[in-house]
């Protein structure tokens, strides 16, 4: 009869010789059979046990078998393993004499016999494990050039025990919906990287100082963060393909120029301005006080004789994102009656462009048009829409906007298989449908938002 | 046929307008029937009313005829649409529904209207939708018509068309109900020859008869609203028929006209013949007159009058060819022509002609049955075959009075009576009274002359009296002829006679003689006594010899020296000293042949104006021209007077010649 | 001593003395939509604005009220006339300004005004299209009214010929109809009607028209013009006809040309580039600005309505008709004294 400690000592040392290749055998003579404990270190140093089936007593004894045959075949492995051989029901009438034959059939096993319950056991024992790797947190590095490498930064050296924690600086930056992947992994001296553990969080973007807890080998916790963790079905491989090769530098300042038709049928009009509605929600969820938001309404030119020609109305310029999203609410039901074949986008754009402060460093701009007709002509023109009484080029407007630096400009139309060339022009040949505008990637060519591809899977180390 | 059938009608329609952004009006959907897209694009052509101003109008018209004849209903109205030039597009809805079944309950344009304007076109697979069509029913006219509603249906039978203006702020309702009654009376069966419309543009050429416009065209005749025009005088057919409409009562009219459905236009016959349907409601027989036909005899015209007078043919028209034949100059009688007149007995009166329409023939009559001039004997003779002097042949003969002797003339004073014969006799003068009153076979005309002699005498106009009546014996024989069996009347005639020719006292010597010796061969008893009674001289009895029986002796013709024997033995004695009269005749002088009576040239008769002026010119006395009228000759014929004629002949080309020299002038002067 | 007043160059604008002006028969012709009854209604502002004392004035009520009404459409409401159904007739005078006479000793007159009357037959224009028209009834009367008539305005839509490409349609038939109709007429000699024909080339104002005259290079400008407005010279007007034919939708229109030239008179036709509603005027500028030149506006998103923009300046609505209205004149006071 051996006391638990003794049990544990034994186990804990046979745990400790454990290598990739040695495994450690624990046979479990319990009341009801035979279970056997597989223990092995995995490639990243963490020892697991697998237990094998219940082998009851009679099947072992009394089966076609000889008993001492089937004993011994039942703690055969396939490699070198040592053999913990522990009877945990010593007044069992077989164990005695089954840990006696396996005693007999493996010499070198160390037998003892303890009434406890030995998986618990096991398992403090292999918490209690130091480790025997350093474990590092996964994180990007950025380098001068704003190209992106994974980089480490050291959590638990080898030898922690549990319970150990190590504090660590991280800088999130926007991730995709599934979130920031804190990832620890193991490395040996060959410096080879083997994944221990990960966690994927919906960290907002921002700095934080993150506590990781070492609860035993493989088993990282951390603290400080604001979210939970959530399933994350993504493989290493994929994450490694998520990183962008680029980091671009950070928006410091961004102005959203919006510009939306109010002309034609209300129900067009309304959707159009829920869709800028969407696109400003985005953008300033995704750059908060960094955005500025200018709103412009246009309708068509009028050419009754004694009409007021005013087509263009800045409703809001360089507001806040909240400002913009009370004054959409206010254009709602507004429309400009007037000639019906076109609408005055060219001054719109003669407008912006001739307001737009000098770019600078690291703002961005971006020129959004929703909306659905062509522009005037600047002159005559073969579609035979009147030209703009005040002559705007909506050509040359769009030349200077694009050409200005950090500019980028892009459109919504309401049926893009009939777009003029404004609107082809304002978008690249593309202008994103009114019906089913993909507001992330409209904001993310915008330069709003950072695109999927400038998306971070880990955090970025920061600055200790 | 079932009632229901009766009661409903297949609709064909066609839908008149643009395609979608097309250039120019067609049909876009018409109905798969009798009628073909060709057929509706031209109903709808031709019956255009052109560019309209106000919408919606609404037009009536027809298409085919015979069997397939069709009324036709255009609606025009608004649509949303527009062409390729950005115009708007105007779309007419065309509906045909067949004449004879509307024909069978007379319905109205407007009931039609109002069972076709609901439906839609088009009609899904080209079919032809049934209508109802109510119950046939005046009632609703009635109240409606005015005074330009029936001058509108009158002028429209002069077939040329009609337009109404000064109706613009009428709602379409209102103008329909008006056209539908215009056309109410009218026949039903016009409508297989008529269009109207509740709108036209001026100056379109369209071929509407009846419709609403703003201006009026020259072509058409106006009709003012609410201010009915007045038929223009060679509208003789409309005339006409106003003047019979006015004798319906108006559900009667409609009911007829209702009932005339046979197929009829607006030509001149056609409209004859809805003249006649009129006239036969009220059981008039006539008919307008139509042109003569030339080179037709008059015995031939004769025996076409004398149908019209029997009920068959065209009076007025038979009258007025033949008065176109017989030019109104009468030549001398045929007895051809009076045998026709006597055997149709042409001259008899009718009942059911009205005296207008008989006059006028028989002053056409008269003058073939009697020649140039009417006598009393042809008088008497239309008389008796006439059946008596009815009144028109009464007024007839009056107005041929020019051509009638005196006898007859006064013949027909008399039966006229009154003023007329007062103005018959004053244009007779003495000598041509007497006369008559000589040859006269009747008692009244004998009296009526006596009359008028003796008023004559006595207010003062019988200054020739004497000499007129001496030449007729006073009318002793015409006494003497009728009252034989009253010789007291007899002589207090001649009493009154004498004293009308000389005054109301007593005889003188001459007078006496005179009165007896005028013709003493007609001399009766009654005179001599009537003349000695009022005589009252002492010597009566030279009076005698010498102013009867000596003159009668005288012109008896006893012989030649018989004669003067005889008038020596009853020479009367010495005279005494000379009776202070002057003697009118030459004093006879015992041993000398009497003096001739002096023979009369062939006596003028007086009749009219000129001689009675002649009488009243101063010197007026008995010319040797007038004198009494020859033994029962001929009457003599009525001639004007060569010296009146000559003056007026005179006055006349004075006054052209005056008139030539003026027109001569004149342009020299007009010239500026 | 004065000049005569006798003005040599327009022969037929005496009036002839004591007779009331005669008025001469002129008919339009043209495919629907082609703006024949938008010509006539152009009539009076063109001679308004021509501003050489020449007027037009309505003969009798319902053509003076639809000259007014016409008139109304375009320069007061803007529109275009409503498409004309039927046949339309207006009996109008050209009054032009009194011309000094030569005064005699003998005789001294007032002034007299010169008067040509015109009896215009303004048909819709789908009665020119024989397939289409129905009625041969309505057709009978459209070619009896040219019969009659001795002048033709002949419209030519190269907006239309591009788009639809049926001129010819709408012209062959009824030239076909009238050619039998005066082929015992004495005056069809040569085999050539006598009537005297404008060839109008309509819509001047539009962009593809302008274009393709400027293409061409038919266009000039006025220098006597206040307003600037391009024209083509009266010689070139034939060329840019010729032209437009070429390019019509069909191809049929090369035949329109020909046709003209086989059935009429050399020497009875001129060739006019018209626009009824002429060019816009920017009342700011007061003049031609080739950069904004359309004088139509769209009304509505989904229709095809459109009013006319600006001001109405007529190009060559007056010397058609007062070159048929003389040209007519001269020729029955040519025949009357023969």
């Given at each position: 009869m051996s006391e638990p400690d003794e049990v544990r000592k034994a186990a804990a040392g046979a745990v400790a010789d454990l290598t990739e290749r040695n495994a450690l055998l624990v046979a479990d003579l319990a009341a009801e059979g035979l279970v056997l404990w597989d223990l092995r270190r995995d490639a990243a140093g963490t020892p697991r046990g697998r237990s094998r089936p219940v082998l009851p007593w009679d099947e072992l004894?009394?089966?076609?078998?000889?008993p001492a045959r089937a004993l011994e075949r039942a703690v055969q492995?396939?490699?070198?393993a040592r053999l913990l051989l522990v009877n945990?029901?010593?007044?069992?009438?077989?164990n005695a004499s089954a840990l006696d034959a396996l005693r007999r059939a493996r010499p070198d096993a160390t037998a003892l016999t303890c009434d406890l319950r030995l998986g618990d056991l096991l398992a403090e024992v292999i918490a209690d494990t130091p480790l025997n790797r350093w474990y590092d947190l996964v994180t990007l590095q950025r380098n001068d050039d704003g190209r992106l490498e994974l980089a480490c930064r050291l959590l638990f050296p080898t030898g922690a025990r549990r319970g150990e924690k190590a504090p660590v600086a991280v800088e999130c930056e926007a991730a995709d919906e599934r979130g920031t992947v804190f990832a620890v992994v193991a490395s040996a001296q060959e410096r080879r990287y083997t994944l221990v553990t990960r966690r994927t969080m919906r960290v907002p973007p921002g700095r934080y100082t993150v506590t990781a807890e070492l609860g035993g080998p493989g088993r990282v916790r951390f603290r400080g963060l604001p979210a939970e963790p959530v399933p994350d079905d993504r493989t290493w491989a994929e994450l490694i393909g998520a990183i962008p090769a680029r980091l671009p530098p950070p928006v410091t300042a961004a102005h959203l120029v919006c510009a939306i038709e109010v002309s034609g049928p209300p129900e067009r009009v309304a959707e159009r301005l829920a869709r800028a509605d969407q696109t400003i929600a985005h953008a300033a969820a995704e750059l908060r006080d960094r955005l500025r938001v200018s709103l412009l309404a246009y309708g068509p030119h009028a050419f009754e004789r004694r009409a007021v020609d005013?087509?263009?109305?800045?409703?809001?310029?360089?507001?806040?994102a909240d400002e913009a999203l009370d004054e959409l609410e206010n254009l709602a039901g507004t429309t400009h009656p007037g000639y019906?074949?076109?609408?005055?986008l060219e001054c719109v754009l003669a407008e912006v462009a001739a307001r737009l402060d000098p770019p600078e460093p690291g703002a961005r701009t971006a020129v959004l048009a929703v909306g659905g007709r062509p522009a005037f002509p600047p002159r005559v023109h073969p579609s035979e829409i009147l030209p703009c009484p005040v002559r705007h080029d909506w050509a040359a407007a769009v030349d200077v906007l694009a050409d200005r630096p950090g500019t980028a400009l892009g459109a919504i139309h309401d049926r893009p298989e009939y777009a003029s060339d404004v609107w082809l022009r304002l978008s690249d040949g593309a202008p994103a449908d009114l019906a089913a505008v993909d507001v992330q990637r409209l904001g993310a060519s915008l330069g709003l938002a950072p695109a999927a591809a400038q998306r971070l899977p880990f955090p970025l180390a920061g600055s200790p | 046929m079932t009632r229901d059938d009766a009661a409903s009608a297949a609709v064909q329609w066609a839908l008149i307008g643009k395609e979608p952004h097309g250039w120019g009006y067609e049909v876009l959907e018409c109905s798969?029937?009798?009628?073909?897209r060709e057929d509706f694009a031209e109903m709808n052509q031709r019956y255009s009313p052109g560019t309209?101003?106000?919408?919606p109008q609404v037009t009536v018209a027809r298409a085919a005829s015979g069997e397939n004849a069709h009324l036709t209903l255009a609606i025009e109205e608004e649509s949303t649409t527009r062409d390729a030039g950005g115009r708007d597009v105007v779309v007419t809805r065309l509906y045909a529904v067949p004449y004879a079944r509307l024909a069978a309950r007379a319905v109205s344009y407007e009931a039609l209207y109002r069972a076709c304007?609901?439906?839609?076109?088009?009609v899904p697979g080209r079919a032809t939708p049934v209508i109802g069509l109510p119950a046939p029913d005046v009632s609703p006219f009635v109240g409606r018509i005015d005074d330009t509603v029936v001058q509108t249906a009158a002028l429209l039978l002069t077939g040329a068309p009609v337009q109404i203006v000064g109706?613009?702020?009428?709602?379409l309702d209102e103008r329909l109900r008006f056209l539908d009654t215009v056309a109410a009376?009218?026949?039903?069966?016009i409508r297989t020859k008529f269009s109207a419309s509740t709108w036209t543009s001026s100056t379109a050429q369209h071929q509407i008869r009846l419709s609403f416009t703003r201006h009026p065209r020259d072509s058409a005749h106006t009709v003012e609203w609410g201010r009915p025009a007045a038929i223009p005088q060679q509208a003789e057919l409309a005339r006409a028929y106003r003047q019979l409409i006015s004798q319906y009562h108006d559900a009667e009219l409609l009911e007829l006209m209702a009932a005339e459905t046979a197929e009829r236009g607006f030509r001149p016959p056609d409209l004859r013949d809805l003249l006649a349907v009129l006239r036969r409601g009220k059981g008039q027989l006539q008919l307008p007159a139509a042109l003569p036909a030339p080179g037709t005899s008059t015995a031939a015209l004769l025996l076409e009058c004398a149908d019209a007078l029997d009920g068959t043919g065209d009076l007025e028209d038979a009258t007025a060819r033949l008065a176109q034949a017989t030019s109104g100059v009468p030549g001398d009688a045929d007895p051809h022509h009076w045998e026709i007149i006597s055997g149709r007995r042409m001259l008899a009166p009718r009942a059911g002609i009205p005296a207008k329409r008989l006059r006028p023939l028989y002053k056409l009559l008269v003058p073939l049955a009697c020649g140039r001039h009417i006598r009393i004997g042809q008088v008497k003779t239309i008389e008796a075959v006439a059946g008596g002097l009815h009144q028109p042949l009464l007024d007839a003969l009056y107005e041929l009075r020019a051509q009638a002797e005196a006898e007859a003339q006064l013949y027909l004073g008399q039966r006229i009576g009154g003023g007329v014969l007062r103005n018959v006799l004053n244009g007779l003068g003495d000598a041509v009274l007497v006369e008559v009153a000589l040859r006269t076979e009747d008692w009244t005309t004998a009296d009526t002359v006596h009359q008028a002699l003796v008023r004559r005498g006595s207010s003062g106009q019988g200054a020739e009296l004497a000499g007129a009546l001496r030449r007729g014996a006073f009318l002793a024989p015409v006494f003497a002829r009728f009252l034989d069996t009253s010789p007291p009347d007899q002589r207090s005639r001649l009493a009154e006679l004498l004293r009308a020719a000389y005054g109301k006292g007593p005889l003188g010597r001459s007078e006496a003689e005179e009165a007896l010796s005028g013709r003493p061969d007609l001399v009766t008893p009654a005179l001599l006594g009537a003349v000695l009674a009022l005589y009252d001289g002492p010597d009566a009895r030279d009076v005698l010899v010498d102013g009867y029986l000596t003159p009668l002796l005288a012109n008896a013709g006893l012989g030649e020296d018989t004669g003067p024997r005889i008038l020596a033995r009853i020479a009367p004695p010495?005279?005494?000293?000379?009776?202070?009269e002057p003697a009118t005749m030459p004093q006879w002088v015992p041993?000398?042949?009497?003096?001739?009576?002096p023979q009369k040239p062939p006596p003028r008769p007086r009749g009219g104006i000129v001689s009675r002026a002649r009488r009243r010119l101063?010197?007026?006395?008995?010319?040797?021209?007038?004198?009494g009228a020859q033994q029962n000759g001929p009457p003599p014929e009525p001639r004007f007077s060569d010296t009146a004629g000559i003056l007026i002949l005179f006055g006349v080309i004075v006054i052209v010649i005056v008139v030539y020299l003026v027109l001569l002038v004149l342009p020299q002067f007009a010239s500026p | 001593m004065q000049p005569t007043g006798r003005v040599k160059e327009n022969p037929g604008m005496e009036p002839e003395r004591g007779a009331p002006p005669a008025e001469h028969n002129i008919a339009m012709w043209g495919p629907?939509?082609?703006g024949k009854t938008t010509f006539l209604a152009a009539l009076t502002i063109a001679m308004n604005r021509r501003q050489d004392g020449w007027k037009v004035v309505g003969a009798n009520g319902p053509s003076t009220d639809a000259l007014i009404k016409l008139t109304a459409s375009l320069a007061t409401q803007r529109r275009f006339p409503a498409a004309t159904r039927g046949t339309e007739r207006y009996r109008w005078y050209l009054i032009g300004a009194a011309r000094e006479r030569r005064r005699s000793l003998l005789r001294r007159r007032a002034p007299e005004d010169v008067r040509i009357g015109l009896d215009l037959l303004d048909p819709?224009?789908?009665?020119?299209?024989q397939e289409h028209s129905g009625y041969a009834g309505a057709h009978g009367e459209l070619i009896d009214n040219l019969v009659n008539s001795r002048g033709i305005v002949f419209l030519f839509d190269p907006v239309r010929e591009f788009e639809d490409g049926d001129a010819f349609d709408y012209l062959h038939g009824v030239l076909s109809q009238l050619a039998h109709r005066m082929?015992?007429?004495?005056?069809?000699?040569?085999?050539?009607?006598p009537h005297y024909l404008a060839v109008c080339v309509t819509k001047f104002d539009e962009i593809r028209v302008l274009e393709t005259a400027e293409k061409l290079r038919l266009v000039t400008s006025d220098v006597a013009d206040p307003l600037g407005f391009p024209k083509v010279e009266p010689e070139d007007a034939q060329e840019l006809f010729r032209t437009l034919c070429e390019v019509s939708a069909t191809g049929n229109a090369e035949m329109v040309h020909n046709t003209l030239a086989q059935y009429f008179r050399p020497e009875r036709v001129r060739y006019f580039v018209t626009s009824a509603i002429g060019f816009y005027v920017d009342p700011l500028i007061g003049a031609y600005d080739r950069d904004d030149y359309q004088n139509l506006l769209p009304?509505?998103?989904?229709?095809?309505a459109v009013r006319i923009r600006g001001t109405v300046h007529p190009i060559n609505v007056v010397e058609p008709l007062l070159w048929l209205g003389q040209s007519l004149a001269a020729d029955r006071r040519g025949r009357s004294a023969r």
């Open positions: 004894l009394n089966g076609p078998v000889p492995t396939d490699g070198p945990t029901f010593p007044d069992g009438p077989h005013a087509p263009v109305e800045i409703r809001l310029w360089a507001g806040t019906p074949h076109a609408a005055a | 798969d029937g009798l009628f073909q309209p101003e106000e919408l304007a609901p439906l839609a076109l088009p109706a613009g702020g009428l709602p009376m009218l026949p039903y069966g010495p005279p005494a000293p000379a009776p202070p041993g000398t042949p009497p003096p001739p009576v101063p010197g007026g006395g008995p010319r040797p021209d007038e004198g | 629907p939509g082609s819709s224009g789908e009665l020119f299209n082929l015992d007429s004495p005056e069809f000699a040569g085999g050539r009607l009304e509505a998103e989904s229709s095809r």
